[in-house]
């Protein structure tokens, strides 16, 4: 029996191709560094940035100061123009997320939210109106930890007070986000209704034919209904 349903955020519930979008080959035209370049050395503090030791503006800095290009100027333009671009997200969150959240909760099912986001991407789920609906929200720059490691997944668990089997991740597949609740004991299903929205080379995740595909967010629901 599925006594709660653990979600991802982005791709998920939200879309990050929701209106504007700013991603890194768009901070490295606004400074002048060639694409590759700038991505090569944005990654690097990719981790850190996830698990809360740089915020937003601080990975920025450092990346623009290993290239030789650091302003001031330069960090607030890049770092504006992704809270925008998060403005546009977290503004058209789908009424179906909001509704599949509800219903759960209707059915008696917990609701709980893993999650690897940077700062300025926490402080918009903080403040959107699907966050007051998880029993347990765990996002990575706030727990140290980010997906896929295993200790964030055994952590939801025990704050839900539920066994790994009595649980449904449901994800785009992401950080390989799938494959760790699978291996923690955790049912998963694969959403696909964003799918369609992404660009090379942001698609998160490839279509995963060993896991079950919900093309809808009512889908969760029957795939629930099903395993009762």
Aim: overall charge negative.
């Amino acid at each position: 029996m599925i006594k709660a349903v653990i979600f991802d955020m982005f791709e998920t519930l939200v879309t990050l191709f929701e209106g504007r979008t700013y991603f890194s080959e768009n901070i490295a035209y606004d400074v002048g560094v060639p694409m590759d370049e700038f991505r090569r050395e944005w990654h690097k503090n990719e981790h850190e940035r996830t698990i809360g030791i740089y915020t937003m503006e601080e990975g920025i800095a450092l990346t623009l100061k290993n290239l030789g290009v650091y302003s001031e100027e330069y960090v607030q333009l890049a770092a504006g123009k992704r809270r925008a671009a998060l403005g546009d997200t977290f503004s058209h969150i789908p009424v179906e997320s909001l509704r599949l959240l509800e219903q759960l909760h209707e059915k008696g099912i917990m609701t709980g939210l893993i999650t690897n986001t940077f700062s300025d991407e926490r402080d918009m789920i903080r403040a959107c109106p699907l966050y007051p609906l998880f029993d347990v929200a765990m996002i990575s720059y706030e727990q140290g930890l980010s997906k896929p490691d295993p200790a964030i997944y055994h952590a939801m668990v025990k704050a839900l007070g539920v066994k790994p089997e009595e649980c449904l991740y449901v994800g785009d597949g992401g950080s390989r986000e799938l494959y760790t609740a699978r291996d923690v004991g955790m049912h998963a299903v694969q959403c696909t209704w964003f799918h369609d929205r992404a660009f090379e080379p942001h698609i998160p995740c490839p279509l995963l034919d060993e896991f079950p595909h919900a093309d809808r967010q009512e889908d969760i629901l029957e795939w629930i209904d099903d395993k009762d």
